[in-house]
Every structure is written in C-alpha cells, then in structure tokens.
C-alpha cells in the first residue's frame, strides 16, 4: 500500500476498535424516521416544491457567481425580508449553509486581542468559526450563566472585544440556553452574544425560535434553513449595519457562489409557512412530550429527546434493536457528544403518528436507558 493508504486504514482500524467507525448510511434508511432535523416535514411540502420549482423556470439551476457580483437573485431579497420579519431584526443575510455561516460570521466580529466565551457542548462549526477567528476562546459551563459571569469578570478587561456563543437549543440534548442571563452577563461586561439556533426556529418560541421565547434579542441570530424550513443554506438576521458588515466581511460569503435561487424560493415559501402556521410549529414539542411521559423520561424542551447509554457501542446495539422493531433512530457517538456520553437522538416531527410515537416509547423504556439530560 501507499503511504497514504496506510496512514488511512490506520485510522480507520483505530476508529473501529472504539466502536467509532461512521458509514454513510443506505439512501432510504429502513423504519420509520425518528431522527430527522425535518421538524416540520416541509422538506416533502408541496408548497415549496412549488416554489422552488418556479424560482427554476425564471432563474434556472444555479446561481452563476457570488452574491456580490452576479449572484443575488429575487428570491434572497425575499428570503431575508420574510426571516427578518420573523426574527423582528432590522436586516437578515443568508448564507450558503449553517456551518458556512458561523465560518464567516464570528471571524468577521472578532480577531486576534480579541475573545471568545463559548458554551462547553456548543456546535462543532460555532467551534470551528472561533479558531478560523485568531480570537482567545474559552469554555463556559453548559448553561451555566454563573461561570459565564466569572469568565467575563476576570479575563474581559484583557482583551478588546468579546463574542459570547451559545446554541438556543442544544443539538444533542435538546434543551434550551437561559438566554436571559447569558444575555445579562453579556450586557455588564460589555459582550457581544451570538446564538445559534438550528434546532429552535419553527419549532420553540412559537416557531420564531429560542430567542423570543426567551424574550432576548441576541446581537447576532445565528441558524440554518436545512432543518425545520425544510430546506437548505444558513442565515444570520441582526442590525442593518451588522448585517452590511458582513455583507463586506464574511469570507464564506463574499469568496464563495450564491445558493441556488430555486433552494432560496423554497426557504422563502418555508419562512411564510412557520409565519403562519403556530399549530404545526407546536407539533414537534407536542410529540415529544407525549413520548417523554410513556418513556418515563424528563419534560422535553423542544423536538430531541437524549437517551444516554454512554458507551458507543452500547448506542449502536440499542439503535439496532429500534431498527428490527421498525424504528430509525441513529447512534450518536463521540466527537459528536462528549466521551461516555454516547446515546440515541430521538426527534420528533410534525408528521409523525401519535401510535409511533406511542409504539417507540415502549420499546426504548424497554432499553433500560439512564434519564436523558444535557451532561457537560
Ligand atoms: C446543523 C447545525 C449547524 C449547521 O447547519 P447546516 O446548514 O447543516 O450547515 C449549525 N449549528 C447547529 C447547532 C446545527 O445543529
């Protein structure tokens, strides 16, 4: 073999022996899905389809260059009036996807001299965007606006400028952020907070997310179109010259080509619909609580639901059992979740069946779990 190819199979065999080996899965998984970010099921809406598929008649498959040159098609003007409308922010600006629009972002807000206070379980891109930044990055306890508080009181006077981060609500155990005092200490100490969040528009907060259902107009909202919209590409929504800022600064959007307009058309017609539809926004949590009390496990705060096996190869096995009773529910394993701490991410969607939900609940009370729950 080639170097290379040894150096692979190395890390592989490494890998496997931890029960850490990832395969991207069959196309159609087997099973019903209960492990989908589709919180709404818009993604197979006839709706944005449609949408979409006008937006492909008048501005074809791609959108031909930068936003900045060529690229900014009809669609993105209403796409971002629509989320800004949503978010109650003067101004929103989508960018090509989640993870594209936290590697832009924060390095554009802050550098070297500068620092970062990040939540410990956030997102693998927010993380990835902090180090892109040169900026001094430190961990707070998960949800802990004390420890926030400590940080800022003793390390904030040393450098310029200071991003806080946090998720509104946690990807991998679903509970919120106490936005109010992450918000509070943000205030006294001169931050400025940023939130990602992914997993709460359409779905807490009467679909506008875990920042109005908190009450808290964060300096940057941060999340993604590919989950509850039901479609694809990120957004930030903030300050008109915040959001002009980035316009000028953000690399992941002046140095890369514009979504396409028709994926733009569907967010768009995905936007309107959580606008006005709160009884479907309800829906997610409402499964989730449903399942939560059959399964003996803790009151949800939004559509996913932890159970905690720890060991990686105990979350593959309980996965396997679900996937022979007719269920898919994928392991989650480290690095995605901190070691000992692997489980099943079990999320709930608006177009799931009570009696599924119901049928799951038995089968993972069946499992044995540990009690879900965030566990930094
Ligand atoms: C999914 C996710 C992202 C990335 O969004 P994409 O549009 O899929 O790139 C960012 N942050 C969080 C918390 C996420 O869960």
Known sequence: MVSLDVFAAEKLEAAAARSLLR???????????????????????PRLAAAARAALGLHGTGAGASRLVTGNHRPYMECE????????????????????????????LVGPGDMIVADALSHACMISGARLSGAEVMLFRHNDAGHLGELLRTYRTAFRHCLVLTEGVFSMDGDLAPLAAIAAQARVHDAWLMVDDAHGLGVVGEGRGAAHAAGVVPDIQMGTFSKAVGSYGGYVAGSRPVIEMLVNRARSLVFSTGLPPAVVAATAAGLGIIASDRALCARPLALASLFCRMADLPAPASAIVPVLLDEAAAALEASRVLEAQGFLVRAIRPPTVPEGTARLRITFCANQKEEDVMRLATAVRALRPRAGGPCA
């Open 23 to 45: 395969h991207l899965p069959d196309p159609a998984g087997a099973g019903i899905n209960f492990c989908s970010n589709d919180y709404l099921g818009l993604s197979q809406d």
């Open 81 to 108: 009036a629509a989320l800004a409308a949503l978010k109650s922010t003067e101004a929103a600006l989508v960018f090509g996807s989640g993870y594209l629009a936290n590697i832009g972002t924060i390095p554009a």
